[in-house]
């Protein structure tokens, strides 16, 4: 029996990470999923949020936006549209898009606008949350 997962995370643009953990968490488009090692194969889309892995007693967290994660031959491949390890995470930036987020999302006046916007506001309040979840697990 394996004792470790390996969890690779990539995105369109880079791989994020690749490294062998006890655990991952992630944000399932249907709801939050954990893995660990010798879990049978599984599939599942991703939403917004974010996503953390257990090492040496350590979480780590990564901000995960859709794609899919997919479980086979204890590997955990995580393919985000976009992704960012906690400390990749510029706070400042998530501030602003999130107040932007929230001012349009307010004045949109058609549906489809509105979702777009609530989107865009729920990946900043995501991100604002990984980046501190780090910082309290003294990992970021
Ligand atoms: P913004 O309005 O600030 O661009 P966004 O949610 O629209 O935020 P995304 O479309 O999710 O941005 O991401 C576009 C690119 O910018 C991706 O490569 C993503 O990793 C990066 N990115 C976005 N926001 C941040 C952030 N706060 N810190 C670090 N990287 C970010």
Redesign the pocket.
Known sequence: MASMVTLEIV?P?RKVLSEDVEYVGAPGALGEFGILPNHVPFLSALGIGNLHYKLGGKTYYVFV?GGFAEVSHNKCTVLAE???MAH????D??Q??QQ?AEQRAQQAKEKLEHARHQA?LK??VA?ISCNRAGKDAGTC
């Open positions: 995105t643009d936006a976009v992704a960012e990749e995470i510029d706070v930036r998530a602003k898009a932007r865009a990946r900043s991100r």
